[in-house]
């Protein structure tokens, strides 16, 4: 009888350990679906963004800041143009003011000037911006200019001012690659260059709210500080990690 007691016991231990181990398991899978639930949604937010439509109309100006091959074909694969004047040696010079009308995280459809007239070409997007994709998407909320530039040896080029739609295209040392609007004509965009601390007002302007004069102050007025404005400087509509 008392070894019976005994193996009934330990059975009820054994069951014990298989309803705990059961619910610690049940407990876990219950996180693991919970997670999930939370780091899709994270996932989608973090996808690329897409660059916006340039045209013919609304193209995006760049001044090239080295030597770019030019292709006949999407693909970047046959060199030279029809034209007979560069057939064969078809690229685009630095300092070469050129026009961005098709754009692709693969190729780009450029407009360059050369010594016969303005031709239009293929190049890779990887010759000129630093990134595939944009990173981010913003609209500057600073209220003052912003200066951009020609590249990374601060050669002055246009400027940014609020309201603008930027575009981060990559860094580069102390600079930040960008893509922002311009209009004037049928250009909408440029594409130029501003250092990481002007970056940072884009994202981090601060709003200063003034003190009344004295005459005005109810009794129950106090002061507002100035203060950050991280989610009201910019529209931060997506961003993909560095």
Known sequence: MKKKINEQAAEGKTTMK??????????????LVIAATIIAPLATTS????????????????????????YRDSACTTRGLSNPLRSSNAEIWANDKCKIITMTTSYMLVKFPSSSGELTGYIKTRDLFLVAAPQAVLTSKFTSRITTYVNTSGKVYGYTEYGDTVYNLGTSGNYIAIMYTAKSGSRAWMYGFVTKTDYDKIFYSTIVIPTPPPSTQSANYTPRMTAPLSTNSCYYSSINPF
């Open 47 to 70: 996808a690329a963004v897409a660059f916006p439509g340039v045209s013919a109309s609304a193209y995006c100006e760049f001044v090239a800041t080295k030597t770019i091959p030019v």
């Open 18 to 31: 298989r309803r705990v181990t059961m619910k610690k398991f049940t407990a876990l899978a219950l996180i």
